[in-house]
């Protein structure tokens, strides 16, 4: 059985959450500001302090090393962070041409990748986040807010690239304030209100 | 040759340019006078305090005695390293980081020179046992002061840049190495510029000490010599202490980075 199974997921901030998503499927959660979106994909990424179980197919998150569970289940953040001045820096050399072929589905140039972090745009950060998660081959990505800088034509390219990955297999955590992508890509749909999902 | 000895009317005749700098804050409005005043009798008291309390353990030769005056030496230089930091660990973390790197440092260092090259008998005789172990708490406070900041400071601003790598599964040592190195580095380079210098652009303290007691000027640098090693030595190891048991406390068993067990001073 594959696909990422949560159950009495909480932390003394939220929870707690049941969920469970099958290979190739997408959970968009929606919900306002501050109604704990972030916390619940940094809790499935064992980010912050957090009880529960959490499964990805058979492997079981305690079972196996924080770093190990994830590289398995990769967090991209709203607003990720880098550290090093250039781009290229952020991909280990293997990877590299799986890099540049992602990004170029996403609207990226190769120049985007040999050049330095403080020179791109917002969006071009967001974008490039979701191809350092990628080429590092996780079974499942928990995205937040992965589309909240893209203007209209990048969101659409997005979601397509993020569609075609989901028939690859991947599992997607999906957390957004966008209900049109929450609706285009999500197979399982929560909302969140005060730090729990609403019945 | 013996120590010429200063009588009280030496040491007036030279208080005179401490009025002097009194005068000079009144008449040009510095409003310093009043701090001056408290500094000088501050520091002439605690001068003079510690006279008499070496005196006291000198004579006596006690090693429970030296032990205890070593000790509380260094209690209140890793209360000095625990709170200079602009950031600091939750339920007083910062005095276990600090007392770990100042206590093992110095107690290393200063047990080696004194059974290895100074070899007093007893090796504990307090004429030098105390005042070595002073001068290497001021280098050990300083290293571990600067790493503890680093860290400290560094986590707390690099967060997002740490939490990348680790949610991307690289483990919280590699997330960290840049922030240790970087603290490590900033703590080792005023013991380096110290032995640059040394010499130089300054005479050492203890060296200009020896001298004015009678010593020959090359047996004085020789003993500067080995204090620069000494000092060199134990300022990097209590950086590299600090750095390795303020890194363990900021992380878990999941490693993740725990700044939930930061506070931030606050600033006056």
Same mark, same amino acid.
């Given at each position: 059985?594959?696909?990422?199974?949560?159950?009495?997921?909480?932390?003394?901030?939220?929870?707690?959450?049941?969920?469970?998503?099958?290979?190739?499927?997408?959970?968009?959660?929606?919900?306002?500001?501050?109604?704990?979106?972030?916390?619940?994909?940094?809790?499935?990424?064992?980010?912050?302090?957090?009880?529960?179980?959490?499964?990805?197919?058979?492997?079981?998150?305690?079972?196996?090393?924080?770093?190990?569970?994830?590289?398995?289940?990769?967090?991209?953040?709203?607003?990720?962070?880098?550290?090093?001045?250039?781009?290229?820096?952020?991909?280990?050399?293997?990877?590299?041409?799986?890099?540049?072929?992602?990004?170029?589905?996403?609207?990226?140039?190769?120049?985007?990748?040999?050049?330095?972090?403080?020179?791109?745009?917002?969006?071009?950060?967001?974008?490039?986040?979701?191809?350092?998660?990628?080429?590092?081959?996780?079974?499942?990505?928990?995205?937040?807010?992965?589309?909240?800088?893209?203007?209209?034509?990048?969101?659409?390219?997005?979601?397509?690239?993020?569609?075609?990955?989901?028939?690859?297999?991947?599992?997607?955590?999906?957390?957004?304030?966008?209900?049109?992508?929450?609706?285009?890509?999500?197979?399982?749909?929560?909302?969140?209100?005060?730090?729990?999902?609403?019945? | 040759?013996?120590?010429?000895?200063?009588?009280?009317?030496?040491?007036?005749?030279?208080?005179? =340019? &401490? @009025?002097?700098?009194? /005068?000079?804050?009144? %008449?040009?409005? *510095?409003?310093?006078?009043?701090? #001056?005043?408290? $500094?000088?009798?501050?520091?002439?008291?605690?001068?003079?305090?510690?006279?008499?309390?070496?005196?006291?353990?000198?004579?006596?030769?006690?090693?429970?005695?030296?032990?205890?005056?070593?000790?509380?030496?260094?209690?209140?230089?890793?209360?000095?390293?625990?709170?200079?930091?602009?950031?600091?660990?939750?339920?007083?973390?910062? =005095? &276990? @980081?600090?007392?770990? /790197?100042?206590?093992? %440092?110095?107690? *290393?260092?200063?047990?080696?020179? #004194?059974?290895? $090259?100074?070899?007093?008998?007893?090796?504990?005789?307090?004429?030098?046992?105390?005042?070595?172990?002073?001068?290497?708490?001021?280098?050990?406070?300083?290293?571990?002061?600067?790493?503890?900041?680093?860290?400290?400071?560094?986590?707390?601003?690099?967060?997002?840049?740490?939490?990348?790598?680790?949610?991307?599964?690289?483990?919280?040592?590699?997330?960290?190495?840049?922030?240790?190195?970087?603290?490590?580095?900033?703590?080792?380079?005023?013991?380096?510029?110290?032995?640059?210098?040394?010499?130089?652009?300054?005479?050492?303290?203890?060296?200009?000490?020896?001298?004015?007691?009678?010593?020959?000027?090359?047996?004085?640098?020789?003993?500067?010599?080995?204090?620069?090693?000494?000092?060199?030595?134990?300022?990097?190891?209590?950086?590299?202490?600090?750095?390795?048991?303020?890194?363990?406390?900021?992380?878990?068993?999941?490693?993740?980075?725990?700044?939930?067990?930061?506070?931030?001073?606050?600033?006056?």
């Amino acid at each position: 059985m594959t696909g990422l199974r949560i159950h009495g997921l909480r932390s003394a901030l939220a929870g707690p959450f049941e969920l469970e998503v099958n290979a190739g499927e997408c959970a968009a959660v929606t919900g306002p500001s501050g109604s704990g979106k972030s916390l619940f994909l940094r809790m499935i990424a064992d980010l912050d302090p957090n009880e529960g179980e959490v499964a990805l197919g058979d492997v079981a998150r305690g079972s196996v090393p924080a770093p190990d569970w994830r590289r398995r289940a990769v967090y991209v953040a709203a607003e990720p962070g880098w550290w090093d001045p250039r781009v290229e820096a952020h991909f280990r050399r293997q990877d590299a041409e799986a890099a540049v072929a992602l990004a170029e589905t996403l609207g990226l140039t190769e120049a985007h990748l040999s050049g330095e972090v403080s020179r791109l745009s917002t969006g071009e950060r967001q974008r490039l986040a979701l191809v350092r998660a990628l080429v590092r081959g996780p079974e499942a990505l928990l995205l937040d807010e992965p589309t909240g800088a893209l203007d209209r034509a990048s969101v659409v390219r997005a979601a397509a690239f993020l569609a075609q990955r989901k028939r690859d297999g991947l599992i997607v955590v999906l957390v957004t304030h966008d209900e049109d992508l929450a609706a285009q890509l999500g197979d399982v749909r929560r909302r969140m209100q005060d730090r729990r999902f609403a019945v | 040759m013996n120590p010429i000895l200063l009588t009280a009317p030496d040491l007036l005749t030279a208080a005179s =340019l &401490i @009025v002097l700098d009194g /005068a000079l804050s009144i %008449a040009l409005h *510095l409003d310093l006078h009043w701090r #001056l005043a408290v $500094a000088t009798a501050r520091m002439v008291v605690q001068l003079l305090l510690v006279g008499f309390v070496l005196r006291l353990v000198f004579a006596r030769a006690d090693p429970a005695l030296t032990l205890l005056v070593v000790l509380v030496m260094t209690a209140i230089a890793a209360r000095e390293v625990a709170a200079r930091p602009a950031w600091r660990f939750a339920r007083g973390g910062n =005095l &276990i @980081v600090g007392g770990a /790197a100042v206590a093992s %440092a110095t107690a *290393l260092t200063s047990i080696l020179a #004194l059974t290895t $090259a100074i070899r007093p008998t007893p090796w504990y005789d307090p004429h030098y046992a105390v005042p070595l172990t002073g001068i290497i708490l001021g280098n050990v406070l300083n290293g571990a002061s600067i790493a503890l900041d680093g860290i400290l400071g560094g986590v707390a601003q690099q967060r997002a840049a740490i939490e990348a790598r680790l949610a991307l599964g690289d483990p919280f040592r590699l997330a960290t190495r840049a922030l240790r190195a970087d603290s490590l580095r900033r703590a080792m380079l005023p013991a380096i510029n110290q032995m640059s210098a040394a010499g130089i652009i300054t005479l050492p303290g203890i060296m200009t000490g020896q001298i004015i007691a009678g010593m020959d000027p090359l047996e004085a640098a020789k003993y500067q010599i080995l204090l620069m090693f000494l000092l060199t030595g134990a300022s990097a190891l209590a950086a590299v202490v600090t750095v390795v048991v303020a890194g363990r406390r900021l992380t878990d068993g999941r490693e993740r980075l725990r700044l939930d067990r930061l506070r931030e001073r606050r600033r006056t």
